[in-house]
Each structure stands twice: as C-alpha cells, then as structure tokens.
C-alpha cells in the first residue's frame, strides 16, 4: 500500500477503526454513515477495521442495560478487516489481578474494570491491524455512539498536520482527556493513543491509584510526547436498546466558570 505523506498531493487513505461490541449499531448506524463514513469518502480513500466480542448478551447494572444482542449486528459495518474474539480470553493472566490491586475506581466489584481492560485490548487489536497495513491518518470510533457532527474538520486538519496529532473531543475529559473517540494523525501517534492499554499496570504502579480511563488517555499522550489538540466534536453514547444517554458536552472551563459563579 502506498504511504500517503501530507503536501504530496496523493488522496490519503483513511481508517477507521471500530472497536468493543457493538451493542446498538443498528441504532448509530446512521448517524456513522452520515457523519463519519460519508464525509471521509470526500476527503480520501476509507479502509473500515473493526475488532469485535463475540456476546450475545449484556449485563452490566452500571449502565442498566442487561438482555440480548445481536452477535452478528457488525456486518452492518461491511468492514474492509475484521477480527472477533471471545470475551474473558484477552484477559492474561496477572493482568486483571494487577491492576485491580490498585484500586476500583467505579466500586461495582471491578465490573466496569474488567470492561475498560475488555475495550483496550479491542483498541490495541484494531489499531495493529491498521498499523500493520501502514496507516498514517486513523480514526478511532466507538459504534454505540450516535455522531451529531461530522469529523471531516478534523480528518482535514489531520491530513494536512506535519507532526504527529491526537484530536480529542473537549467535553466530558474529567480533567483529564475524553477517550470516547479520537482522529489521529501520524503511526508514533496512532500506537500511543491506540496502545495505551500496554500502560494501563504502568500507569498504577507509578501512581499508586485506581486505573480511570480518562486519565490513561493523558498519561499515554504525555509519555509518548504527542501533540492533542481539543474539538467540539459531539456524540452521545446509546444503549443496547436504543436509548441515548443524555451528554454534558460543556468545556470543562465553562462548567468551572458555571459551577464558581452559580449560573444554571
């Protein structure tokens, strides 16, 4: 495959990357196509790559949702690369155990935990698959989010950057960095971002916390040196069943400002 280099003039070729399960893609699915997939077809050739779990069901009191999936709703996505993979096996042994012993940030008896370190393995998995096909421009997405704005500007803004450059959404980062989606520019910033999991006992031990998703986000950006650049890029999360979680897409500044002077 031809390596698209910014200023050569060649149309670049774009991934995207799905990562999890897909648990509500028949509900996003447009919203993916309308403001994810279409307008990065104007913009360069789109090579789809998706790691997937394998589960036909959902039980996860955190979020409320608990009943059946679909274990074949990903061909929705006709990815260009697939892989699924059986939960619990990427599990290795010692990993869980290890971090779990420093903490459980959510307190539900390291439920949510063990479905952080499920998605970051699925994050790794999708993003060597990408790498591996030579990728410069990646763009990660998670497919039970409803998209309300397209990412062209920022796949723009990626295509025409020198340096590698992580775009992350501004809103909901809990002072730390959003890990909800990202546009990624550049292979020492798509391992970073994409590889961060690889950190995640790191990141512990250094600390001596509990891990937090968002902060890995941070921790694995600042480690590797990478430039993150912050977008007003919204999409709200949706359940199994299609319901769409209500987001709070407010910079962090103006909740800070809100919260100090009192304004509704």
């Known amino acids: 495959m031809e390596t698209f280099r910014a200023g050569s003039g060649a149309r670049p070729t774009i991934a995207v990357c799905f990562f999890g399960i897909t648990r509500s893609l028949r509900y996003t699915l447009p919203s993916i196509t ?30 409320g949702e608990k009943g059946a999936l679909d274990p074949t709703e990903y061909r929705l996505l006709q990815a260009d690369r697939l892989m699924l993979e059986r939960p619990e096996t990427c599990l290795e042994p010692g990993w869980f155990e290890t971090i779990a012993a420093h903490g459980d940030f959510w307190k539900d008896d390291n439920r949510s935990l063990r479905n952080l370190l ?55 980062s809990w002072f730390a960095m959003n890990d909800r989606f990202a546009v990624v520019r ?33 921790y694995a950006m600042i480690r590797a040196g990478i430039r993150v650049r912050q977008i007003p890029t919204r999409a709200s999360r949706v359940r199994f069943d299609g319901t769409e979680v209500e987001e709070d897409f407010r910079h962090p500044r103006a909740i800070r400002i809100q919260d100090r002077f009192g304004i509704d």
């Open 34 to 63: 309308a403001n994810v997939l279409e307008p990065l077809r104007q913009l360069g050739d789109v090579r789809v790559y998706a790691h997937f779990f394998e589960q036909a069901e959902i039980d996860n009191p955190r979020s």
């Open 186 to 218: 550049g292979a020492r910033a798509i391992a970073a971002y994409g590889q961060r999991g690889r950190l995640a006992v790191e990141l512990c031990q250094t600390r001596n916390e509990a891990l937090h998703a968002e902060s890995l986000v941070k």
């Open 118 to 172: 499920h998605q970051l393995h699925s994050l790794d998995a999708v993003t060597g698959m990408a790498l591996e096909d030579g990728m410069e421009i990646c763009v990660f997405c998670r497919p039970d989010l409803r998209y309300h704005d397209s990412l062209a500007p920022a796949v723009k803004r990626a295509i025409a950057a020198r340096d590698p450059l992580v775009q992350l959404p501004c809103w909901q």
